[in-house]
């Protein structure tokens, strides 16, 4: 039979105090694995934007913004995502005509602050 | 008070309560351990999803019909895609009628899975819970791939599917539901001869045939009263045209019959399933619908896990609907719960409630938030000293408490 008493508790707690807990640190650090076609954050291709705007028409939750920095001529298009409002329905990805909007595989993106959720694509 | 009410006692189940996951209140009259009196009270999980839909234009909003119920979300979203295909005229290619009715099986797989392995928690049987939950992941896990969400699979639009069915979808499938079926043997025969299971549930939330018919009973539960009644084969849809459905009904009308109707139908899914990969008609798997819907009014019917699901859509011609109404199964189903749980026993009320699957965010469609001419408007201090007064009525004194 296993022994049991002061010495064997006091010899779990000092490797408790040194050892990494048994859960990892997962926000920013971790990845996880999805399954094959799973959506997940979008990517945006701005040489092929035309700044219709469609994707931001038809977003149920208006989670993108697609801004135009340059001129009507020259355009300097950039897409600006929230992704705390992103549902990750990829409707945005079939409105586009041009192709410019696509999705990833990333899914991680959990963050401790409000401010991280809001990316440029 | 007389003699007989002396020896009643009320107690008040929910809004939050262990056995279920959502919020409802039942207040249940006993007299010993029978149930003499029941009360539901739904409405806490209001989220003015139809008036939503009314400010969004018509493909916001299928993603808002999607998350109606989180279980039935591929039955939402085909009942209103089917609506707005009916108004604008458009016919949809047959292979996308057929990816929808597999996806629309797997979906009950899912959900009865879920169900089955809730009902087995409700009634202490955990092992079985854990079997059916193990398989319903698997599931999930196929619907991840293919759809690209496990709940919320976004596979429907208007005119169509959104993903191409590939042959690697169509295999990794196929090799699921095999493993599935053999493992539904096991559960039936579990379900036929397990003596815990059978007298736990036998005679336990009963609904004649006649009651059913008469509170509108939809889904497994009319099924498990006899009531032969079942979209996909009373008013085939989509690629059920075409696809044979068999009829799953029981004459137990209680929680056991219920139970069966739940696994026959999952042994009917993969069948179904299997025709569906194997007929699969060649195409495209969608075509073009104008933004702006013809104006016009449509009732569609789905049959989803739990029921009878109906959707109206009135269009005013617009980019935007002019109304939507949802007629989830639960919505239903609760009128019988209430004659359930009247003459059967307080232990028995969790799985009672259980067995007709509620899902009770579906269900909240309307909230009354003024009843009556006797509307009373309290500022904050008044509230205060309303609920000082209270519970001072009660014998408690709440002002002598120090925080």
Same mark, same amino acid.
């Given at each position: 039979?296993?022994?049991?008493?002061?010495?064997?508790?006091?010899?779990?707690?000092?490797?408790?105090?040194?050892?990494?807990?048994?859960?990892?640190?997962?926000?920013?650090?971790?990845?996880?694995k999805?399954?094959r076609?799973?959506?997940?954050?979008?990517?945006?291709?701005?040489?092929?934007?035309?700044?219709?705007?469609?994707?931001?028409?038809?977003?149920?939750?208006?989670?993108?913004?697609?801004?135009?920095?340059?001129?009507?001529?020259?355009?300097?298009?950039?897409?600006?995502?929230?992704?705390?409002h992103?549902?990750?329905?990829?409707?945005?990805?079939?409105?586009?005509?041009?192709?410019?909007?696509?999705?990833?595989?990333?899914?991680d993106?959990?963050?401790?602050?409000?401010?991280?959720?809001?990316?440029?694509? | 008070?007389?003699?007989?009410?002396?020896?009643?006692?009320?107690?008040?189940i929910?809004?939050?309560?262990?056995?279920?996951?959502?919020?409802?209140?039942?207040?249940?009259?006993?007299?010993?351990?029978?149930?003499?009196?029941?009360?539901?009270?739904?409405?806490?999980?209001?989220?003015?999803?139809?008036?939503?839909?009314?400010?969004r234009?018509?493909?916001?909003?299928?993603?808002?019909?999607?998350?109606?119920?989180?279980?039935?979300?591929?039955?939402?979203?085909?009942?209103?895609?089917?609506?707005?295909?009916?108004?604008?005229?458009?016919?949809?290619?047959?292979?996308?009628?057929?990816?929808?009715? #597999?996806?629309?099986?797997?979906?009950? /797989?899912? &959900?009865? !899975?879920?169900w089955? @392995?809730?009902?087995? +928690? =409700?009634?202490?049987?955990?092992?079985?819970?854990?079997?059916?939950w193990r398989?319903?992941?698997?599931?999930?896990?196929?619907?991840?791939?293919?759809?690209?969400?496990?709940?919320?699979?976004?596979?429907?639009?208007?005119?169509?599917?959104?993903?191409?069915?590939?042959?690697?979808?169509?295999?990794?499938?196929?090799k699921?539901?095999?493993?599935?079926?053999?493992?539904?043997?096991?559960?039936?025969? #579990?379900?036929?001869?397990?003596?815990? /299971?059978? &007298?736990? !549930?036998?005679?336990? @939330?009963?609904?004649? +045939? =006649?009651?059913?018919?008469?509170?509108?009973?939809?889904?497994?539960?009319?099924?498990?009263?006899?009531?032969?009644?079942?979209?996909?084969?009373?008013?085939?849809?989509?690629?059920?045209?075409?696809?044979?459905?068999?009829?799953?009904?029981?004459?137990?009308?209680?929680?056991?019959?219920?139970?069966?109707?739940?696994?026959?139908?999952m042994?009917?899914?993969?069948?179904?399933?299997?025709?569906?990969?194997?007929?699969?008609?060649?195409?495209?798997?969608?075509?073009?619908?104008?933004?702006?819907?013809?104006?016009?009014?449509?009732?569609?019917?789905?049959?989803?896990?739990?029921?009878?699901?109906?959707?109206?859509?009135?269009?005013?011609?617009?980019?935007?609907?002019?109304?939507?109404?949802?007629?989830?199964?639960?919505?239903?189903?609760?009128?019988?719960?209430?004659?359930?749980?009247?003459?059967?026993r307080?232990?028995?009320?969790?799985?009672?409630?259980?067995?007709?699957?509620?899902?009770?965010?579906?269900?909240d469609?309307?909230?009354?938030?003024?009843?009556?001419?006797?509307?009373?408007?309290?500022?904050?201090?008044?509230?205060?000293?309303?609920?000082?007064?209270?519970?001072?009525?009660?014998?408690?004194?709440?002002?002598?408490?120090?925080?």
């Amino acid at each position: 039979m296993e022994k049991k008493g002061p010495g064997k508790i006091a010899r779990d707690a000092l490797k408790n105090l040194f050892k990494d807990p048994a859960t990892t640190s997962y926000a920013g650090k971790g990845t996880i694995k999805v399954e094959r076609g799973y959506r997940g954050r979008l990517q945006y291709d701005p040489s092929k934007c035309i700044n219709c705007r469609l994707c931001m028409k038809d977003c149920p939750t208006g989670a993108i913004t697609i801004i135009n920095e340059g001129t009507k001529e020259e355009k300097k298009m950039k897409a600006v995502l929230n992704v705390g409002h992103c549902i990750f329905c990829c409707q945005c990805v079939d409105s586009c005509n041009k192709g410019s909007l696509t999705f990833s595989q990333d899914v991680d993106f959990a963050s401790l602050n409000k401010e991280d959720l809001t990316v440029e694509l | 008070m007389s003699e007989t009410d002396k020896n009643k006692v009320v107690i008040p189940i929910g809004p939050q309560h262990p056995s279920l996951d959502e919020p409802a209140t039942f207040t249940i009259t006993l007299e010993g351990e029978k149930v003499v009196n029941a009360v539901i009270g739904v409405g806490y999980n209001h989220r003015g999803l139809e008036k939503a839909c009314e400010s969004r234009t018509y493909i916001q909003d299928l993603y808002i019909i999607e998350r109606v119920c989180g279980i039935c979300s591929h039955a939402h979203s085909t009942a209103f895609c089917m609506a707005i295909e009916e108004l604008t005229g458009v016919k949809v290619p047959m292979r996308a009628e057929y990816i929808r009715v #597999i996806v629309a099986e797997l979906e009950r /797989l899912h &959900s009865h !899975l879920l169900w089955l @392995g809730t009902a087995c +928690h =409700e009634i202490g049987y955990d092992t079985m819970f854990m079997y059916t939950w193990r398989d319903r992941e698997k599931i999930l896990d196929l619907m991840a791939s293919y759809g690209g969400n496990r709940i919320n699979y976004g596979v429907n639009t208007f005119g169509g599917v959104r993903r191409e069915f590939d042959e690697t979808t169509s295999s990794d499938i196929i090799k699921t539901i095999d493993e599935l079926d053999e493992h539904l043997k096991r559960y039936m025969e #579990i379900a036929l001869t397990e003596t815990t /299971l059978v &007298s736990r !549930l036998k005679g336990v @939330g009963m609904l004649s +045939h =006649e009651d059913a018919l008469n509170f509108g009973a939809v889904g497994p539960v009319a099924k498990a009263a006899g009531i032969g009644y079942d979209i996909r084969v009373a008013e085939p849809y989509g690629a059920y045209k075409e696809i044979p459905v068999k009829l799953i009904t029981d004459d137990r009308a209680d929680v056991y019959g219920r139970t069966v109707v739940r696994i026959l139908e999952m042994q009917e899914s993969v069948k179904i399933i299997r025709y569906a990969i194997k007929n699969m008609p060649g195409g495209d798997i969608a075509v073009k619908v104008p933004r702006r819907i013809p104006a016009g009014e449509i009732l569609t019917r789905v049959e989803a896990p739990r029921g009878e699901n109906i959707h109206f859509v009135r269009s005013n011609g617009t980019d935007m609907p002019d109304r939507v109404r949802v007629k989830a199964p639960t919505e239903a189903n609760w009128h019988g719960v209430q004659h359930m749980l009247k003459s059967g026993r307080l232990a028995d009320v969790p799985i009672t409630i259980a067995a007709i699957d509620p899902c009770y965010s579906c269900t909240d469609r309307a909230i009354v938030v003024n009843s009556g001419d006797n509307i009373n408007v309290m500022d904050w201090k008044q509230l205060r000293q309303y609920s000082i007064d209270w519970y001072k009525k009660e014998g408690i004194d709440i002002t002598a408490l120090k925080l």
